[in-house]
């Protein structure tokens, strides 16, 4: 199984460089905001996977795995202005190996409604549990940040929020709405959950009219009760289908990793899937166990299948199609959004 993967901090005694929102050397505010630290959250054990594969696990990451270091100016001014802001991102949250690249560039992909799942995806290293009351000052508060990093295509994702009626769809609304208002002309990508197939609740997301809606499919349909056990292959396609039935011109996105059990021919068939049910662009990247409590990693897949799985995708007509080993969905979004071809 995978080691465990290591959070991204500030070494003792290094202090921010000056930045927009604080004066002189002042280090960065590292610890959790005192809402957090109330509400006592932990995170709850998951139970161990085992392997799919009876050849040996592997042992070390390739070459081609091999991410940015997290360092640098503009890194630690976009670290000083989500802890000024009380912000979550979820390249920090789910501990996603391309922090150092998009926080180099003054980029981050936000996670709203906190960041505690009602979902425990075995995959995933966000924490899961109670969540906390939704915040309703956090759209204008990434709306803020978002000025203050000069972003002009913004990408905002959250946590599954089951135990809300309407699974958190008014608060991404009310965040588009405000990016909006804070920065003229800016385009905003969503990454949203199911919201357990509440057509309503796509809608809400919908009329506040992203630039891009995305939902990730994770993986292929024979392993998705292992992976995504919450999650219903059918419904996750559903939900794509009706971006482009009930809407023209916002384009519908979807993501997966490889790595976890599947064959090329699953990935395949979900290419097809995705193309058969609207969807536009797709992303492929490798899977990174977050720990050994996770689903572990059954192989790692090689540069050349990744370049089949983009070539397959752009033959049968899908207009972008990202895949590498280090993508992610929100990897480079903006570039993604605007050209057919992107290789990572």
Known sequence: MEPK???????PGIAATPGPLQPGNAPIPLAPSDRRVKAEEKRKPLRPYIRLSEAPAPVRRPDWLRARIPTGKAYLETKEILRTLDLHTVCESANCPNIGDCFS??????????????????????????????????PERVADASRRLGLHYVVVTSVNRDELPDGGAAHFAATIRALRREIPGVRVEVLIPDFLGDEDALRTVLDARPDVLNHNMETVKRLYKRVRPAGRYERSLQLLRNVGTWTSDIPAKSGLMVGVGETREEVEELIRDLHAHGVSMITIGQYLAPSTSHLPVERYVTPAE?????????????????????VRSSFHAEEQAGQTVWVG
Request: glycine fraction near 6%; charged fraction near 20%.
């Open 5 to 11: 993967a290591e959070a991204f901090t500030s070494e």
């Open 105 to 138: 560039r003054h980029t981050a992909t936000f996670l709203i409604l906190g960041n505690v799942c009602t979902r425990a995806c075995p995959f995933c290293d966000i924490r899961n549990g109670k969540p906390l009351p939704v915040d309703p000052d956090e």
């Open 306 to 326: 990744f370049a089949h799985y983009r070539d397959y995708g752009l033959a049968l007509g899908v207009r972008q199609v990202v895949s590498a080993p280090l």
